[in-house]
């Protein structure tokens, strides 16, 4: 890890990220939408959020926007997660610890395979 | 919820459901005086002071029109608990401020916790906002150590880059991190 934490970094870590984008022609968006409401939160929203980014970090994937919502109306599926690929429908997970969130990750977001067994049929 | 750092994330989602611009997150560990303070402060949409008394009730929520349930009177409970005490101050269209203030050395002071992860987590969920986090720690002798964060230059410095591609990710977690860590590396006795 680089001691000096500077803006002229950051301006040459930007642009090398947005050549690599480029190079790569991301299929569509990738949204992963995290619950933030005071139910998410008591429930561990925070290190599911955690462990979204870290996966990002330590696999590299770029092209995920990671967003969050309120409170859903189903505080005992906390946390909850959804997760949009591209023009497909809405994935929505529930009871998503950091363990979870990994596996979402991994089969969902990068091999684009649901996980049935966290998916909230509504 | 079990940390400090848990409820200024709980009540920074309020700040930021209230249609505000700039929010700040300060944090002062003050061994000096033996006090730790929460701060979360906004420039939205404010309350009136009937909802402003009415939110620190458990039994009240507004749900659909703003999102204040039972986080605000779990952290007043939780302030109160440790010998210490809790305020709202709110105009409407002026903004909110929610502050905790807790005996640092009280047996039932809830832990501070992963204060990184929150401000990470607020950082990345409201890419748009202004935030200002701030990290204080005074020791007993009274000498003080900060670490300011602020996102308005690291947003022009991005553009229409997302603060989630993995390299800058990586950067600013680590500017996070790195400048809250030095600070819990100060000899606090």
């Not at chain 1, 998410?40 to 462990?51: C, F």
């Not at chain 1, 994937?61 to 109306?73: H, N, R």
């Not at chain 1, 023009?87 to 009871?95: E, H, I, S």
């Not at chain 2, 029109?65 to 608990?81: F, N, Q, Y």
């Amino acid at each position: 890890m680089p001691a000096i934490k500077s803006l002229e970094e950051l301006k040459r870590i930007r642009d090398e990220a947005l050549q690599k984008k480029q190079m790569k022609a991301t299929p569509g968006n990738i949204q992963v939408i995290i619950a933030m409401g005071t139910c998410g939160i008591a429930a561990g929203a925070r290190d599911t959020m955690k462990s979204v980014l870290n996966f990002i970090e330590t696999e590299k994937i770029s092209g995920v926007t990671v967003t969050q919502t309120g409170c859903i109306g189903l505080c005992e599926q906390e946390p909850i997660i959804q997760v949009v690929l591209g023009d497909q429908p809405k994935v929505m997970y529930g009871k998503v610890d950091a363990q979870a969130a990994q596996q979402i990750m991994k089969q969902h977001v990068q091999n684009g395979q649901p996980v049935k067994e966290n998916i909230i049929q509504l | 919820m079990r940390e400090i750092a848990l409820h200024l994330l709980d009540i920074a989602e309020n700040s930021a459901a209230a249609e505000s611009q700039n929010i700040r997150i300060e944090v002062h560990e003050d061994l000096h005086r033996d006090l730790l303070a929460a701060r979360v402060t906004d420039d939205g949409r404010g309350l009136d002071p009937e909802t402003a008394q009415k939110v620190q009730d458990p039994f009240y929520t507004t749900r659909t029109t703003r999102h204040v349930g039972l986080g605000i009177p779990l952290l007043k409970l939780a302030a109160e608990m440790a010998e210490g005490r809790f305020s709202l101050k709110s105009k409407p269209g002026t903004g909110t401020r929610v502050e905790a203030i807790f005996r640092h050395s009280h047996i039932d002071r809830m832990p501070l916790g992963d204060l990184s992860a929150t401000f990470l987590t607020v950082l990345v969920s409201h890419p748009k906002m202004n935030w200002t986090f701030t990290y204080r720690v005074t020791d007993k002798a009274g000498n003080s150590h900060d670490f300011i964060f602020e996102n308005t230059e690291l947003k022009a410095a991005l553009g229409d880059m997302s603060l989630t591609e993995p390299e800058v990710l990586t950067f600013v977690r680590g500017m996070i991190e790195e400048g809250i860590a030095a600070l819990t590396l100060q000899p606090v006795n």
